[in-house]
């Protein structure tokens, strides 16, 4: 039975049975627990909804070398760590959507399907697959991994708007504990809990613990709402603020880093921030909230477009923009090389415009254009490199260490397999510190070939070291 047809039946709750006549002296019958058949129905309902979304509902297991914690004599000692998230089936073919933080930095990566306890495939499937990573967007920590399988259950991404009130579920592994299930309700769609991401998440009070990380957060009709990724805690666990990216974007990441690789981003060359009451008062803008453009690119997409400093911003592809996460959300998730509709008010006029974005290319392209074929091959790694100088610095801005060698793309001919990404950043082998191609190829080339090595790595901010097995 549907929940939504439930809700007429749960007053039934609160009328008591009336008692029926008995003879005199004899003990009464039990009688029946009032609106017991509803209580069934709401049973089945959620055991329904649980049943349809646990089969897609992952563990993702990852493994790698990290600092252990600082022993009494102050020495660094790098130790195997393991972790474990979730993620969510959403292609029959084995892609499946986590959160960036749970795979960055990791060795190896592997996903367990969940144990079904029926059907006649049981024994037939493979549980554990070695995972491979297709892409990540830090910015908003999603990642998608791709798995050899096939006919997977999957999970859609859910289309309607969320509400607040409505009924979800989430659905991870807390503390490795697989196919966990917690229920609650969206507490809001638009909060920022974290200032320096431009995304608007969506909050619930469902329970989420560590380990819940990239699992879904559905609906009653099993529809994938948003994907877990962040609490606010100070102990550590669950006090009812869970936050969950919603299913919209999602979907456009899932969809641009199988296709490319990457997230796809429209620049549209507009400067813009909120409106005070004192800056709507000094400028005379029609209205003390919201969004004003303050400055436009000359020669820019917003130039072009006829967008000027001073234009109220009230929507943009249709979705009402009111606030700076708001402004970046709809930006975010703006199909690329399609125009951007804005709309603003100028004075008292209403404008609608038309803003042909641009999309700049990531860094690591970027960074392409900069190295030689020939120049540019770590054979032994399987890499194409270019070393930090005054003209591909400026493309990481907030490298922790200033030198190093940039990974710009990975090659087919590797002789060791290093879990290496685009855009990695490469500051030591073992102890030795690498500046230049060269310093690189012959500190590669030094290494014996039996035991491991390490290499001094930095990838979206975080330095770890990442081992290398030696095989002849």
Do not use: C
Request: hydrophobic share 45%; glycine share 10%; net charge negative.
């Amino acid at each position: 039975m549907p929940l939504t047809t439930l809700a007429p039946l749960l007053a039934a709750l609160a009328i008591s049975a009336p008692a029926s006549a008995r003879p005199a002296g004899k003990a009464p019958p039990a009688a029946p627990i009032a609106g017991a058949s509803v209580l069934r129905a709401l049973d089945g309902a959620l055991e329904s909804v649980v049943a349809k979304v646990s089969p897609a509902v992952v563990q993702v297991a990852v493994s790698g070398y990290g600092p252990a914690e600082e022993e009494g004599d102050g020495a660094s000692v790098i130790v195997r760590q393991h972790a474990v998230g979730s993620g969510v089936v959403v292609d029959p073919s084995g892609y499946v959507v986590t959160n960036a933080h749970v795979v960055e930095g990791a060795q190896r990566v592997r996903v367990l399907l969940p144990q079904l306890e029926d059907g006649p495939r049981l024994h037939r499937v493979k549980r554990i697959h070695d995972a491979r990573v297709v892409g990540i967007e830090p910015d908003l920590d999603l990642a998608l991994l791709k798995i050899e399988a096939a006919g997977l259950p999957t999970l859609a991404l859910g289309t309607r708007e969320p509400r607040p009130g409505q009924l979800v579920f989430a659905v991870g592994s807390p503390q490795g504990l697989a196919s966990t299930v917690t229920m609650g309700v969206i507490s809001s769609v638009s909060r920022q809990p974290m200032p320096d991401r431009p995304m608007l998440y969506i909050q619930t009070d469902a329970p989420i613990n560590p380990g819940n990380s990239g699992g879904p957060l559905v609906d009653t009709e099993g529809n994938v709402v948003g994907i877990n990724t962040l609490i606010l805690s100070q102990s550590g666990g669950s006090e009812g603020l869970g936050f969950a990216i919603p299913a919209s974007v999602v979907q456009f990441v899932y969809e641009n880093l199988r296709r490319y690789g990457h997230v796809h981003r429209t620049l549209v060359g507009v400067t813009a921030q909120e409106i005070t009451p004192g800056l709507a008062s000094a400028l005379a803008l029609p209205q003390d909230w919201g969004i004003v453009v303050s400055d436009v690119a000359p020669e820019g997409p917003g130039a072009d477009a006829g967008l000027k400093a001073g234009d109220v911003l009230l929507s943009v592809d249709g979705r009402a923009v009111e606030t700076m996460p708001a402004l970046s959300s709809a930006l975010y998730v703006h199909p690329a090389g399609k125009p951007v509709a804005m709309t603003v008010r100028r004075g008292r006029a209403t404008v609608a415009l038309s803003v042909k974005g641009r999309d700049p290319p990531p860094a690591e392209e970027r960074l392409a254009a900069l190295a030689e074929v020939g120049k540019s091959t770590v054979s032994r790694l399987g890499i194409v490199g270019v070393a930090l100088d005054e003209r591909s610095r400026p493309l990481f801005p907030g490298l922790r260490e200033p030198d190093g060698v940039v990974v710009v793309a990975r090659t087919l001919d590797a002789q060791l397999e290093v879990p290496l990404l685009p855009g990695d950043v490469i500051h030591a082998v073992n102890l030795t510190p690498v500046r230049t191609m060269q310093e690189l190829r012959t500190a590669i080339g030094a290494l014996p070939n039996r035991g491991a090595a390490a290499l001094r790595v930095e990838r979206r901010g975080q330095l770890s070291w990442v081992e290398v097995e030696l095989e002849p």
